[in-house]
């Protein structure tokens, strides 16, 4: 795979793994588009930055794929990212689509019997305005309790593919726990990364609490992004052909083994272009 190649493609970007099961969603509802995921461990965690760091960040990457790869659209597929940076992006980058990944606070305040609903992310996304304006908003429609759980971003990045079902049952019950003590009957997902555990977030919080999560509506707004674009149209791949993954910083030693393992999992192939510079 080249450059050239890639021109025009859809770009999912996160901090390292979270944008995965998007990207699976993406693909299985439409097999033919070529996606370039970048996963940016350059700079993983983002949820333990300032939302100044991360509009730095976040722009010079931005800038790097417009040069390498002209994309049809970038996806933010990372709440932080979404909540911290995606304003500045589109004033910054005003020629350019993005999509953003925020919590599905507002089909779990509609579902809410006690209008009483939980979101669990990253301290960055919860501390962000964004947050705290849908809790305004919500004000008359419900509460929102927010509760932080940057360990499970850890846990999925790192310690995931080695973990048996009732380690991830314990380590989520926890928070699902937090979130009835709370009166929560809803529970909005407002981190990529906890998608991975999601099987495990609806049988720890099940019956007493509804699970949430924004994929359809994401995956929904992209193909809402794109047919409303004039050709060129993205680039398409053949049945089965692997999308490319591009991991910032190189990958880190102590994850290299799971990002194998991922590559197998969701069809990727690891892609650097010459002269990408990670700073
Ligand atoms: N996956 C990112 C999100 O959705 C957070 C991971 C991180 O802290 O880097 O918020």
């Given at each position: 795979m080249t450059v050239k190649d890639l021109q025009g493609c859809v770009v999912f970007l996160d901090?390292?793994?979270?944008?995965l099961p998007y990207l699976n969603a993406y693909n299985t509802l439409n097999p033919d588009r070529m996606v370039l995921y970048i996963a940016d461990k350059k700079n993983f965690?983002?949820?333990?930055?300032?939302k100044n760091e991360l509009v730095t960040i976040l722009i010079r990457l931005t800038e790097r794929i417009q040069k390498f790869f002209s994309p049809a659209l970038i996806v933010l597929a990372c709440n932080t990212a979404s909540v911290s940076a995606l304003s500045e992006l589109r004033q910054r980058f005003p020629a350019t689509d993005f999509v953003g990944t925020v919590p599905a606070v507002k089909p779990a305040l509609i579902y809410s019997v006690k209008k009483n609903i939980a979101v669990i992310g990253t301290e960055r996304t919860l501390a962000d305005d964004y947050i705290t304006r849908i809790a305004e908003e919500a004000a008359g429609g419900g509460a929102i309790t927010r509760i932080a759980a940057g360990e499970l971003v850890d846990f999925v990045e790192y310690r995931l593919e080695y973990s048996g079902k009732a380690e991830r049952i314990t380590l989520v019950k926890k928070y699902t726990d937090e979130a009835r003590k709370r009166g929560a009957d809803a529970l909005a997902?407002?981190?990529?990364?906890f998608l991975f555990l999601l099987d495990e977030f609806r049988e720890a919080a099940e019956p007493y609490i509804r699970v949430f999560d924004s994929i359809n509506g994401v995956c929904g707004r992209i193909e809402s992004v794109l047919s409303k674009?004039?050709?060129?149209?993205p680039i398409t791949r053949r049945a089965g052909q692997p999308n490319p993954l591009l991991v910032t910083g190189g990958k880190a030693l102590d994850a290299a083994e799971q990002w194998d393992l991922r590559a197998e999992r969701f069809n990727l192939e690891s892609f650097k272009p010459d002269g990408w510079d990670d700073r």
């Open positions: 901090s390292g793994a979270g944008g965690p983002y949820g333990e930055k300032t997902l407002g981190c990529t990364h674009k004039k050709p060129p149209s």
